[in-house]
T-cell receptor, first 109, second 115 residues
């Protein structure tokens, strides 16, 4: 599975959009981009995933660049409860989920 | 509630004790996993079971012994642990197979302290 690069930390004001970037320049054609988050001392929670097209669900939007070498997770109206570590994972469907260090997002009042 | 339940939530054990962590999933998934998360470190994949068969052991010491009696239950048997084994142990499940959605669902974890 391709390696991903994320900033170690980010801040966001409550009520504003949080845009979390992820670089995956070595991604191959059959690898999906997955996003999870982990709130302090809890198990990771699935957020969204995509292959080529942008995706949206009730939690977030995923924007994947046309060359697929990077993506952005967007939380449209961040709340204090969105403070967590966000993980970007690139994997072939069916492979095991392996986590990196992620981005620690702090939403501030 | 993710459909994956881990017990106990907290465990303190001595280095000579034997204990077991339990994981149960109610999602009908065919793959289950154990992860370890030490303080300020990323999650480490320990064991993978597909269709009750162990398919991966990421160089985990033998003092950790997994057991998967059926596709809904997963255990991690612990014996003669070291203080550095203190960590959050997470269980996850997913569905493998052609066309499967395949995202992993995690339990809340067991916070283990070895004294």
């Amino acid at each position: 599975d391709a390696k991903t690069t994320q900033p170690p930390s980010m801040d966001c004001a409550e009520g504003r959009a949080a845009n979390l970037p992820c670089n995956h320049s070595t991604i191959s054609g059959n690898e999906y981009v997955y996003w999870y988050r982990q709130i302090h001392s809890q198990g990771p929670q699935y957020i969204i995933h995509g292959l080529k097209n942008n995706e949206t669900n009730e939690m977030a939007s995923l924007i994947i660049t046309e060359d697929r070498k990077s993506s952005t997770l967007i939380l449209p109206h961040a709340t204090l409860r969105d403070t967590a570590v966000y993980y970007c994972i690139v994997r072939v469907e069916g492979n095991d989920m392996r986590f990196g260090a992620g981005t620690r997002l702090t939403v501030k009042p | 509630e993710t459909g994956v339940t881990q017990t106990p939530r907290h465990l303190v054990m001595g280095m000579t004790n034997k204990k077991s962590l339990k994981c149960e999933q109610h999602l009908g998934h065919n793959a289950m996993y154990w992860y370890k998360q030490s303080a300020k470190k990323p999650l480490e994949l320990m064991f993978v079971y597909n269709f009750k068969e162990q398919t991966e052991n990421n160089s985990v010491p033998s003092r950790f012994s997994p057991e998967c009696p059926n596709s809904s239950h997963l255990f991690l048997h612990l014996h003669t642990l070291q203080p550095e084994d203190s960590a959050l142990y997470l269980c996850a499940s997913s569905q493998h197979g052609a066309g499967a959605y395949a995202e992993a669902f995690f339990g809340q974890g067991t916070r283990l302290t070895v004294v």
